[in-house]
């Protein structure tokens, strides 16, 4: 005999079965829950669901399934009973309960209203399903809906990839799906990964297209949550072993279904980011990128917050917002934001093109002449320690001297506060924007290989490359700036990264001589290394990064218009603003910073000490064009700088990369940076603003507290990066 309980759930079972097409129309489904005042938020958070699948089953783009359909359906039911369809009767001066069209989620908590922020429309969707029936089984959700109001940048729609870039695969109940960029959630009907790269390959629609003419399309990515690990197979994290590797080891099941299923894996095997791929097909790429997410593919020190990870709790959707946002700005992510910076300078400048042969008619390859195209050989004082040119020439522990290595870094310099500077209360920070990207802007730099001058050569600001030169005798102690005298002694020296003298010759990039000469001292070079086919290569590198940078602080309400204490304001409230937005910024900084780093990359271990590494086979390993580039930061600091000093008499105390310490009678940089009689600021010196190459607010301390920090390290130390009421500001941004 049954029991009660085991008679109600066999009923119960018969409903839900019943329940299977006995919903409203969509059109009517959304009607019912706006007249109800309810919100796809408040129904998801009932029904056990995602707000995105709401808006899904209310657009008709799919259906619910059990146990979820039977109460979704007796919640329409209820609400039906309570909110009749209107009819020609219902009287004109009582409509229907309804919210705002735009309104699909909870209200968001009140902050500051910023600058108004200009939303670009959303991208078309397709036609939904018809209202009336369960779309039949595939592997597209044709249409998309929209959690909320979505800032993005888009590029002009490409049919190929018009799911955008990227998906983010999750799987709840056994199903998985890919949630993409403008909202769109997408059916995957994939059982393995062979099956997911070939589906993506074939019915996704993702990628994005080339971002010159004659580069190449970029490859579709899937971001892998822990649900979507477990579904296919994959572990939760690597096994320490792996970890050390960089990858499964070869025996995974999963690398043994990738090989037998005819797909292929790059050198690097399947790591954090894997590429999967076959073989072409002419000259059409078949490749997608896994970045798998619980395998730190996103690195919290650059595509997160260091001190509280969002990343590991983030919504499928909101992660595909991000990082199509950082897609539509910047590129596809190919990596670390260091190598994706490094793969954007390429992506903008490719080295080669087709080109037809007069004689043939037939396309051939032809170099590029404003890009980097080839290896070239190089020169001795331009390389890292461990470089395979140097084996045999110094002792294993010998620390090269600047007449042996360029030295060209960014600012590390501190000295003690005078009697006067510690009348101040305090010391406040002023942080360069995107300072390596805006050194970059306009800099000349060589794209062929090295030649060598010797015999004391004439000094050529046109030709870039490395200058063996004497600056000691550049005395600045007493130097004329717009007409007044600048105590030199209280700044650093523009030559050295720790603002010292220099005490001999020593190896400069062409910028740090230039300098010298813009200075009104003569300079005489012993020998030089330096290319003669020059460019302007960074720029579009340079531009590309700025617009992504200013068009996110603009989403937080930071725009180019604001200036003094509105700025200040706004650049204090705006990670409140939007937290992915504020993400957003964190990445674009962190990818400028990285791709000038990545110009020299050393070696991390890979190989024995003077045995070539990996990095050396790029045609972008290109120690000169970063030493110029950090030259070029420093030396434009240092003019600012000296600007500042001839302004207001105003000196800093510490420097550390692109943090300036000034000594200040408020807390606030509008109490110490110098501005003319109506109130703007004083010609050449530092200018609050968003825009790259001007300066924000990074924090303020006391003199006390800097005293304590000089007495307890038992003299001076770089306080510089130490001062920071915004902990992401700072360390060359």
């Known amino acids: 005999m049954s029991t009660e309980n085991e008679l109600f759930s066999a009923v119960d079972a018969l409903l839900e079965q019943v329940a299977q097409d006995d919903l409203p129309p969509p059109a009517e489904r959304k009607r019912l829950r706006e007249a109800a005042g309810l919100s796809q938020a408040q129904i998801a958070k009932a029904l056990d669901a995602r707000r995105e699948a709401v808006g899904n089953w209310e657009s008709g783009k799919t259906e619910p399934r059990p146990p979820k359909r039977a109460a979704y359906a007796r919640l329409l039911e209820g609400l039906a009973a309570r909110f009749p369809a209107p009819t020609a009767d219902t009287p004109a001066g009582h409509p229907a309960p309804a919210v705002p069209e735009a309104f699909t989620g909870p209200a968001p908590e009140p902050v500051p209203a910023p600058a108004p922020v200009t939303v670009p429309p959303s991208r078309p969707k397709a036609a939904a399903a018809s209202s009336t029936t369960r779309p039949a089984a595939s592997s597209r959700r044709p249409g998309a809906k929209k959690a909320a109001p979505q800032k993005t940048t888009a590029a002009a729609a490409d049919p190929r990839f018009e799911n955008g870039p990227l ?273 970059a802007n306009g800099l000349t730099v060589g794209l062929n290989g090295p030649t060598h001058l010797s015999g004391n050569p004439q000094f050529d600001p046109a030709l870039p490359g490395s200058w063996l030169v004497d600056l000691s005798h550049v005395d600045l102690s007493r130097v004329q700036v717009s007409g007044r005298t600048v105590d030199g002694d209280r700044l650093p020296s523009p030559f050295t990264p720790k603002g010292e003298r220099p005490e001999g010759p020593a190896w400069y990039a062409t910028p740090t001589v230039a300098y010298a000469v813009e200075l009104g001292f003569d300079v005489a070079p012993i020998e030089a290394y330096v290319r003669t086919q020059t460019g302007r290569y960074l720029d579009p590198w340079y531009k590309r990064l700025r617009d992504a940078y200013v068009e996110t602080m603009a989403d937080m309400g930071v725009t180019t218009d604001l200036a003094g204490q509105e700025f200040l304001e706004a650049m204090a409230r705006r990670k409140q603003v939007d937290p992915t937005m504020a993400l957003l910024e964190t990445a674009i900084k962190a990818t400028a910073k990285g791709a000038i780093g990545k110009l020299r990359q050393r070696s991390r271990g890979q190989v024995p000490y003077y045995e070539p590494y990996p990095a050396l086979n790029r045609e972008t390993w290109r120690p000169d064009i970063r030493a110029a580039v950090l030259a070029n930061q420093r030396i434009s600091l240092h003019r600012k700088l000296m600007k500042t000093a001839a302004a207001a008499d105003l000196y800093p105390v510490a420097i550390g990369t692109d943090a300036i310490v000034y000594p200040s009678p408020g807390p606030s940089p509008l109490d110490v940076l110098p501005h003319t009689p109506d109130g703007k600021p004083a010609p050449g010196t530092f200018r609050l603003g968003v825009s790259p190459g001007m300066v924000k607010h990074q924090g303020t301390q006391t003199v006390l507290w800097a005293e304590q920090q000089f007495e307890e390290h038992g003299g001076v130390f770089n306080i510089a990066n130490l001062i920071k009421t915004d902990q992401t500001a700072g360390e060359g941004e």
């Not at 971001?223 to 080891?249: I, K």
């Not at 007069?358 to 470089?387: M, S």
């Not at 310099?413 to 360069?432: K, Q």
């Open 167 to 439: 998906a983010v695969i999750d799987c709840e109940d056994g199903q998985v799906s890919a949630y993409c960029v403008g909202g769109l959630v997408l059916d995957v009907p994939a059982k393995s990964i062979p099956a997911l790269v070939d589906w993506t390959l074939t019915e996704a629609k993702l990628g994005q297209a080339r971002l010159h003419r004659n580069g190449r399309d970029a490859d579709p990515i899937l971001v892998l949550t822990v649900s979507a690990l477990e579904r296919y197979g994959l572990p939760a994290a690597l096994s320490q072993e792996e970890q050390r590797a960089g990858r499964l080891a070869a025996g995974h099941k999963v690398v043994k279904q990738i090989e037998r299923a005819g797909l292929q894996l790059t050198q690097r095997g399947f790591g954090p980011w894997a590429r999967i791929y076959r073989d072409p097909e002419g000259s059409k790429r078949r490749c997608v990128q896994m970045c798998i997410l619980p395998w730190n593919a996103l690195d919290a020190r650059e595509w997160d917050k260091r001190d509280d990870p969002q990343l590991p709790t983030m919504q499928p959707a909101d992660l595909a917002r991000y990082l199509g946002l950082y897609a539509a700005r910047v590129m596809t992510p190919r990596g670390s934001t260091a190598t994706t910076g490094l793969e954007l300078m390429t992506a903008l400048r490719p080295p080669t093109r087709a080109e037809r042969d007069p004689d043939t008619g037939e396309f051939k390859r032809a170099f590029n002449d404003d890009a980097l195209t080839q290896l070239y050989p190089v020169v001795e004082c331009e390389v890292p320690d461990e470089h395979p040119i140097l084996k045999g020439k110094f002792a294993r522990h010998h620390l090269r001297t600047p007449a042996e290595m360029l030295m060209e870094e960014p600012y590390d310099w501190c000295r003690p506060l005078t009697d006067e500077e510690c009348a101040n209360p305090y010391l406040v920070v002023v942080d360069l924007n995107m300072s390596f990207a805006a050194a």
